[in-house]
T-cell receptor, first 114, second 118 residues
Framework: GNSVTQMEGPVTLSEEAFLTINCTYT??????LFWYVQYPGEGLQLLLK?????DKGSNKGFEATYRKETTSFHLEKGSVQVSDSAVYFC?????????????FGKGTKLTVNP | EPEVTQTPSHQVTQMGQEVILRCVPI?????FYWYRQILGQKVEFLVS????????KSEIFDDQFSVERPDGSNFTLKIRSTKLEDSAMYFC????????????????FGPGTRLTVL
């Protein structure tokens, strides 16, 4: 079946540190890949997206590249800020006759200390 | 900026009681979804809804669950007889399918309703 495996947290970094959160997927087909972020007390927000191999999604200094050969979509940021503290979810979707449900990883909690 | 809203933010109920979780999707969106997240576990798909009918449902979405779009703006999830294991955060999401822009297929999520079954 379709699944997403992402790095277990929590991850604690100092401000301006480099961030990597690993995400790999298994899919029967050619999925679109997403990173969603959940700030404390809020819902899930789309952070970035990639729809085909070698696409790079980017937003707010975060980047992830769709790697078909390694079935990965690792999230990176060169210099994290305290305001990046949140839970990050990797997800995929496949065409399902239009439904395109999302399949999520377990989430990785990031805490950035000043 | 338009957003998905959900009420209530927290619902406490006794086992065996019926609950209705409410969502107001973004107004021009056409696909609607419910997901849930049991504490400490992954976000799981429950059901998708399009054109006034269920388009897909997961094995979690058994006969105790139902969805409805009663008035063209609200989208509800009903649990007929709650169990302890229904305690979770429930997220509503909506999606537009119009156009060829990458971002229009994005699912927009509400803030969630935390359901606690005692």
């Amino acid at each position: 079946g379709n699944s997403v495996t992402q790095m277990e947290g929590p991850v604690t970094l100092s401000e301006e540190a480099f961030l990597t959160i690993n995400c790999t997927y298994t899919a029967t087909g050619y999925p679109s890949l997403f990173w969603y972020v959940q700030y404390p007390g809020e819902g899930l927000q789309l952070l970035l997206k990639a729809t085909k191999a070698d696409d790079k999604g980017s937003n707010k200094g975060f980047e992830a590249t769709y790697r078909k050969e390694t079935t990965s979509f690792h999230l990176e940021k060169g210099s994290v800020q305290v305001s990046d503290s949140a839970v990050y979810f990797c997800a995929l979707s496949l065409p399902q006759g239009g439904s395109e449900k999302l399949v999520f990883g377990k989430g990785t909690k990031l805490t950035v200390n000043p | 900026e338009p957003e998905v809203t959900q009420t209530p933010s927290h619902q406490v109920t006794q086992m065996g009681q019926e609950v209705i979780l409410r969502c107001v999707p973004i107004s021009n969106h056409l696909y609607f979804y419910w997901y849930r997240q049991i504490l400490g576990q992954k976000v799981e798909f429950l059901v998708s809804f399009y054109n006034n009918e269920i388009s897909e449902k997961s094995e979690i979405f058994d006969d105790q669950f139902s969805v409805e779009r009663p008035d063209g703006s609200n989208f509800t999830l009903k649990i007929r007889s709650t169990k302890l294991e229904d305690s979770a955060m429930y997220f509503c999401a909506s999606r537009s399918i119009a156009g060829a822009q990458v971002w229009t297929d994005t699912q927009y999520f509400g803030p969630g309703t935390r359901l606690t079954v005692l």
